[in-house]
């Protein structure tokens, strides 16, 4: 079966409870196949088990092999009065709400497998296990590879030039983080220690938050005066970068 889980949840781990179909053992016959007070026939042509030698002669000799038995089909064992309730099979098919935990950074797309949760096992044998694949949900804000939580965050003109402290979101909660002055937008920075739990126990990723360069719109008539101001005294035609792109092209 699949369960959907929320990002955090992938991240840091949940308890879920999970409502499964399953065959279960027979409460009526406990298995056997039998109506109560009856019990099976040992098989008289495979002796109870379940396969019989077939002999084949071919020019190269006289060959046995093993076949399953056709009169008890391979079981080894004729029911003549069958359970009501299971109709011979010794299973019956139930609802069972179960409750699965959800390691710390597990994956979308991965499984997880809760022993002795499956069907029922045949002639008397343990049951099996029930399979469970992960899918998370996308988050509005983070994205993740690996280990490693990614995430962009607009600043504004003024706060990449000045630098300032920032409010990050991360999925512990929202961190501060010191901009130096001069950010280029584009630019990315790492907060150690605050991505996905690794799934063996082992340790934390980190988050890698990308800043970028907010362009204002709709500006009044002072603020674009101001900006022309700002403009001159920064030289913007000759900056460097704008000199190594132009030397660049010429070539």
């Not at 699965?100 to 597990?106: K, L, N, V």
């Not at 899918?135 to 994205?143: A, G, I, S, W």
């Given at each position: ?6 990002f ?8 879920k ?8 053992t ?6 056997s ?28 000799g006289?060959f ?14 004729i ?22 935990s ?10 997880i ?32 590879e690996?280990t490693?939580v ?22 512990d909660g929202k ?12 630019t ?8 996905i739990?690794?799934?063996n ?5 980190d988050?890698y938050?990308?800043?970028y ?39």
């Amino acid at each position: 079966m699949s369960i959907a889980i929320s990002f955090e949840e992938a991240a840091f781990g949940c308890e879920k409870e999970v409502t499964v179909e399953r065959y279960e053992t027979c409460d009526t016959c406990h298995g056997s196949g039998c109506a109560p007070g009856t019990s099976p026939e040992v098989c008289p042509d495979c002796h109870g088990t379940g396969t019989v030698q077939v002999r084949r002669q071919t020019p190269m000799g006289v060959f046995a092999t093993s076949a399953p038995c056709a009169k008890c089909g391979g079981k080894g064992r004729i029911i003549h009065q069958p359970c009501k309730d299971c109709r011979g099979s010794g299973m019956v098919r139930k609802k069972k709400t179960i409750q699965a935990s959800i390691p710390a950074g597990i994956d979308n797309g991965q499984t997880i497998s809760i022993r002795g949760q499956g069907n029922a096992g045949k002639n008397g044998g343990p049951a099996g296990d029930l399979l469970i694949t992960i899918t998370v949900r996308p988050h509005e804000l983070f994205r993740r590879e690996g280990t490693s939580v990614l995430c962009e965050a607009p600043i504004t003109f003024t706060q990449a030039v000045l630098g300032a402290e920032l409010e990050i979101p991360t999925i512990d909660g929202k961190v501060k983080y010191t901009l130096p002055e001069g950010t280029q937008s584009g630019t990315t920075f790492r907060l150690k220690g605050k991505g996905i739990p690794s799934i063996n126990g082992r340790g934390r990723g980190d988050q890698y938050v990308t800043v970028y360069i907010e362009t204002p719109k709709n500006l009044n008539k002072e603020q674009k005066e101001a900006l022309r101001k700002f403009a001159e005294t920064m030289g913007e035609s000759e900056t460097q970068g704008r000199k190594d792109f132009f030397k660049k092209f010429k070539k």
